[in-house]
């Protein structure tokens, strides 16, 4: 086994969060509050209660550089909050939503933070030093449906969304006097806010959650069809595979390295995807176990450089498909995973540590450091 630490906080957890040092987590035990929990000789104990929301908070991320968290519910409202003495004072942030907001990141700059709803929108927001306080603009008209997941691209101008259209959208975030036109690729800085980079057609249900590589060269997410999709040379015309396994579907990614994925979802266990040195990628094995059966997992990959013609062909006239036996499901979380979360050491290269939460309340902690059949993709 690779997990390091599980502690069990709450019956359930609908997402949490680190702080810069990882000596503190704060989580929503699936109601309208966010625990904070710190850990004190080798205990965690509870330490702050963050109550200013009326409904379940739905998403939460803590900014490393300036020590701030902000958190979304289903109320359509967003704060951030700011350590002041030893309370933490909220701000709210005016979302301008008709429906619930639904995951929120903030940008690697950490001078904006986007807000995905129910409401196909993403609010883009940031802080006004005029007024002192913080306003959103909306990308709207694009999305079909509720918008699932967001993911900054280092960037910090284009943004990845998901949605349960099934569609994989980019769009560039460029706001004047918040962003410069040198911050970014030279692509990105002349383009405008709202405008639509690419939009991805891959999956044919829903789709969730959505990832950027270290360098950004290449986006990973997943759909409810029991698949996942890595999208290469993001733009007018992308080469893209699709990996299809037989367990059940995931619900958010993480990338560990340029080479190696992790996934997370209904099949309770962590997935890992990597790539190998021609760049194609494949289903290893599950972190609850030491090696997969010889009959390994059934996945498929396809590529193809065609906008459109995504699914389906082969650009390199390479296909995998691997029977698999049935496989028994047991592994330290008991429900679904549903929230991954990076726990990477200052200056560190490699993010070889992740947290994980779901519905069974627990929070834990892994480590691929030691995996000896892993090391060649970190």
């Not at 933490?88 to 904006?112: D, F, G, H």
Request: contains cysteine; glycine residues 8%.
């Amino acid at each position: 086994m690779s997990a390091i630490a599980v502690h069990q906080f709450a019956q359930c957890i609908t997402c949490h969060a680190w702080s810069p040092d990882h000596s503190m987590i704060a989580f929503c035990p699936n109601n309208n509050e966010v625990h904070i929990h710190k850990l004190v000789e080798d205990k965690w104990e509870r330490i702050h209660v963050l109550q200013k929301h009326d409904q379940i908070v739905s998403g939460i991320d803590w900014s490393i550089r300036s020590n701030r968290i902000v958190t979304v519910s289903h109320d359509r409202n967003s704060y951030v909050w700011n350590k002041e003495g030893a309370d933490w004072m909220p701000t709210l942030v005016i979302l301008r939503l008709n429906r619930a907001a639904l995951c929120v990141q903030w940008s690697p700059r950490e001078n904006k933070f986007a807000v995905g709803s129910g409401a196909k929108t993403v609010c883009i927001c940031y802080y006004e030093q005029d007024n002192n306080w913080w306003v959103s603009k909306l990308i709207r008209k694009r999305h079909d449906s509720s918008v699932t997941s967001v993911a900054w691209h280092p960037n910090n101008i284009l943004l990845a969304t998901t949605s349960t259209d099934g569609k994989c959208r980019v769009f560039s975030t460029f706001i004047k006097g918040v962003d410069t036109r040198g911050s970014g690729t030279s692509s990105a800085g002349d383009t405008k806010f709202g405008e639509q980079i690419v939009q991805l057609d891959l999956s044919f249900c829903w789709a969730f959650g959505v990832k950027w590589s270290p360098s950004g060269k290449t986006l990973a997410y997943v759909g409810h069809n029991s698949m996942i999709y890595f999208v290469d040379e993001v733009g007018p015309a992308p080469s893209a595979q699709t990996v299809a396994f037989r367990d059940l579907p995931l619900r958010d990614v993480l990338f560990v390295s340029e080479r190696m994925v992790i996934g997370v979802g209904f099949d309770c266990n962590p997935m890992v995807f990597a790539a190998d040195e021609r760049g194609l990628w494949s289903f290893l094995r599950f972190l609850g176990e030491r090696k997969i059966s010889s009959s390994g997992a059934k996945y498929g990959s396809q590529f193809s450089e065609a906008f459109g013609k995504l699914y389906g062909q082969s650009k390199h006239g390479i296909s995998n498909d691997i029977g698999e036996a049935s496989r028994s499901r047991g592994g330290i979380h008991e429900n679904c995973i549903n929230c991954i979360v990076p726990v990477k050491k200052e200056g560190q290269s490699t993010n070889t540590r992740f947290s994980t939460s779901g519905l069974d309340g627990k929070v834990v902690t892994w480590d691929l450091e030691n995996q000896g059949d892993l090391s060649e993709y970190l």
